[in-house]
């Protein structure tokens, strides 16, 4: 929701180090006054505003990486950023999990420090890619969609993806409670052992990426893992162990090549607008939230629990397999035409 506006801050007029630093010191802010909200609905308010910061500082953040990136290893280059981005959140997720067993009143001061420590180096030591491109174009998202609307494949997988987030951050974590009886603790191992890996293989992924190109690596990945995903509810808790591992390989494969397709599809006198062009994937990670809980709770309705939470599996997965599928002619077309590789 407060997409147009990011890309208004992160569009290239103002420093983009001094964007993203400023906007974590903000994010730190807003996640320090969410330990002491008096009510839920300051609370929430608060957690949009810091979620609004996070994204301004990693759509920056992410356009300064593409603007340094040599086009031939953007591959790479988007797969380190994705690692970390990945890194991040699996440590985040197993940390969180240790300090709400120690000290639950220290989560947000801890995610806060961690933040304000951010800002300091993205403050110090991220540079401005020499030689800015000129700022005379300025229409935006919109204008960038209608100058290439192949974007609109990269948003749909955008989407995709973070629709199964909000399953595994929702719903999925449901599941593994009231299913399988996971305390926070054990759900946190479980989560640790889909993202530690697609942390770790989303640079390799990249290079990947470099050298058999964006299309087959998409597709094939996304299809791969809309299978295992759809299959989560009808695993016993060892059987999940490795569909862990499985979906957190499989989400590095298609994970690298979307950050690059989006990258390659930006014209580089458009470059100022690539973060601009990002704030769609995050913004799409507000919806892919909330509507797996919505769908979950309309299927609930009809019938028992684990049977409203495999279908809830199913559908997702099968969304995912069917965007592969939907898009990849129009992906091999693109790449027949020398857009992407």
Not at 15 to 41: I, K, Y
Not at 113 to 131: C, H, N, Q, R, V
């Amino acid at each position: 929701m407060a997409g147009p506006i990011i890309g208004l801050l992160a569009d290239g007029r103002f420093p983009r180090r001094r964007v993203a630093a400023v906007a974590l010191v903000a994010d730190a802010a807003l996640l320090a006054s969410m330990a002491f909200a008096p009510s839920l609905w300051i609370f929430l308010t608060l957690r949009f505003l810091e979620g609004a910061a996070h994204i301004l500082a990693l759509s920056t953040l992410m356009g300064l990486a593409s603007r340094w990136s040599d086009p031939l290893r953007r591959g790479r280059t988007m797969g380190i950023v994705g690692a970390l981005m990945m890194l991040g959140t699996a440590m985040g997720t197993r940390l969180g999990g240790l300090v709400f067993e120690s000290a639950p009143g220290w989560m947000f001061h801890v995610a806060a420090m961690i933040s304000g420590t951010i800002a300091l180096l993205a403050f110090f030591f991220a540079g401005e890619p020499p030689s800015p491109v000129a700022k005379e174009s300025r229409s935006g998202l919109l204008g960038l969609i209608r100058e290439q609307p192949h974007l609109l494949i990269a948003y749909a997988f955008a989407f995709i993806d973070r629709f199964c987030v909000g399953v595994v951050i929702s719903t999925f974590v449901l599941f593994l409670e009231s299913i399988h009886g996971f305390d926070p603790s054990a759900r946190s191992r479980i989560l640790l052992m889909f993202l530690l890996p697609f942390a770790l293989l989303i640079f390799p992924a990249g290079l990947l990426v470099d050298r058999l190109g964006r299309v087959w690596t998409l597709a094939l990945g996304n299809i791969g893992f809309g299978l295992v995903f759809a299959l989560y509810g009808f695993a016993s808790p060892d059987q999940l162990k490795f569909m862990m591992i499985a979906s957190g390989v499989l989400s590095a494969i298609m994970f690298a090549p979307n950050l690059t397709l989006c990258a390659d599809l930006v014209p580089p006198h458009r470059a100022h607008v690539l973060p601009d062009s990002m704030w769609p994937d995050h913004s799409a990670s507000y919806w892919g939230r909330w509507l797996p809980g919505a769908i979950y709770s309309a299927i609930s309705s009809f019938g028992a629990s684990l049977g409203a939470f495999q279908m809830t599996f199913v559908f997702a997965g099968s969304m995912v397999a069917l965007c592969a599928l939907l898009t990849l002619p129009a992906l091999l077309s693109m790449r027949r035409a020398g857009v992407t590789r």
